[in-house]
């Protein structure tokens, strides 16, 4: 007699326990391996990348994963299936996956609190010494399994530049992961945000060391209310800035009002894993169904 296909209650719950897409970077940690803050599936995909020859491959990023192999990954991993990469995934597969686990993350890797405020510093500071000085700082309060996971692919990254200088430099490394680590949602016609936070990604790949390394420097009480008090500045004048164009942009008394408003729609800036990767051209805008 053929079982029936319906999945118990205790299978069900099995399989929402195993599942890794989709779930918050603190409820995996505690689910998996609590002294372990990067998610197992990263750690086992660069680990392949590294440890099978992915480093030494010219085009690394600029091939995809095949869709079904990478889909098919995906349910083993959420299954809590054991997959050996080597025998069942090529490099390709590996890298696709490993983005479309940052890009599932219902908060990015840098959550949107901080990123305000990461936006905020890169625009209004030109000193390059103390932008990197409060950057440093500000990442600093980033959860520990998010800053952990951040620093282990800015270390992976670093790495692949570090093979492949003339061919995927910081920046252009940065174009591909930037938008997958902050997951960026704007306007279609404004890629600003996009260019900043390519800019901090290419930053923190480009000084590994200085900022996630070199623990010599150390935060006095002062140091870390003036930082604060700064960020929160800058928030505060940015706020103005925004309420007096505002004003600027009010019509005339007597002046005919259009009714053709722009419709504004808000879209998810991130390259598809299965489609073409090519880092010079601008990273498209993509509705997340």
């Not at 750690?43 to 889909?71: K, M, S």
């Not at 890009?103 to 890797?109: G, H, I, M, N, T």
């Not at 901080?114 to 409060?134: A, C, P, T, V, W």
Request: glycine letters at 4%; aromatic letters at 8%; a negative charge.
């Amino acid at each position: 007699m053929r079982k029936s296909s319906s999945p118990s209650l205790s299978n069900c719950n099995s399989v929402l326990a195993n599942k890794i897409f989709g779930i918050p970077l603190d409820e995996l940690q505690q689910g998996g391996h609590p002294d372990n803050e990067v998610p197992f599936i990263v750690r086992h995909v660069v680990d392949y990348i590294e440890e099978h020859g992915g480093l030494e491959q010219q085009g690394l990023f600029q091939v995809n994963g095949n869709a079904e192999t990478v889909e098919w990954l995906r349910q083993r991993y959420d299954s809590g299936e054991e997959v050996d990469l080597v025998k069942e995934a090529d490099v390709p597969s590996a890298i696709s996956l490993l983005r479309f686990f940052l890009q599932e993350l219902p908060e990015p890797v840098i959550p949107g609190s901080l990123h305000i405020n990461l936006m905020q510093l890169s625009q209004d500071y030109s000193n390059e010494d103390e932008f990197g000085r409060k950057l440093r700082f500000l990442l600093q309060q980033l959860p520990p399994v998010n800053y952990s996971l951040l620093k282990f692919l800015c270390r992976f990254l670093a790495n692949v530049a570090s093979h492949h200088e003339e061919i995927w430099s910081a920046n252009s490394l940065a174009a591909v992961f930037g938008p997958d680590v902050f997951h960026i949602y704007t306007d279609v016609e404004d890629l600003k945000e996009q260019e900043i936070v390519s800019r901090i990604m290419a930053g923190l790949l480009e000084n590994y060391y200085e900022f996630f390394e070199n623990e010599e420097e150390d935060f006095s009480s002062n140091d870390l209310s003036s930082i604060t008090e700064q960020v929160n500045g800058l928030s505060e004048e940015e706020e103005e800035d925004e309420k007096l164009e505002h004003i600027e942009e009010l019509p005339e008394e007597g002046a005919e009002k259009s009714n053709d408003m722009p419709e504004v729609v808000q879209l998810r800036m991130t390259e598809s894993i299965l489609e073409t990767n090519s880092v010079t051209a601008s990273t498209r805008m993509v509705v997340k169904k």
